[in-house]
């Protein structure tokens, strides 16, 4: 079955960087648009970017531009998301999420599998 797993979050001091990793199994991972979320306690979780099958389209929520960026190995089956000038705000469960449909893909419903998640913790 799919299985998404990701790691690399942590603690952080606000204006720090982290990098995400999702690394993707019992899929075909080139077929699939890729995502990550977030998601505070009594919070929906959040969309955060996305990526398109063969990269050539990315998203972001408006809150990260500049600061995230989304990209993937498809050799690896693996997706990241580089996380810099972090900020308390962005303290989250991250998770990583496939999708089968065409192009960048940003509903949460959308979206097929998803992962345990990794905790980031920002601090100010």
């Known amino acids: 079955q799919v299985q998404l797993v990701e790691s690399g979050g942590g603690l952080v001091q606000a204006g720090g960087s982290l990098r995400l990793s999702c690394a993707a199994s019992g899929l075909t991972f080139g077929s699939y648009a890729m995502g990550w979320f977030r998601q505070t306690p009594g919070k929906e979780r959040e969309f955060v970017a996305a990526?398109?099958?063969?990269?050539?389209?990315?998203s972001y929520v408006d809150t990260v531009k500049g600061r995230f960026t989304i990209s993937r190995d498809n050799t690896k089956n693996t997706v990241y998301l580089e996380m810099n000038s972090l900020q308390p705000e962005d303290t989250a469960v991250y998770y990583c999420a496939a999708s089968l449909h065409v192009g960048v893909v940003t509903p949460t419903l959308n979206y097929n599998s998803w992962g345990q998640g990794t905790q980031v913790t920002v601090s100010s």
């Open positions: 990526i398109s099958r063969s990269s050539f389209s990315t």
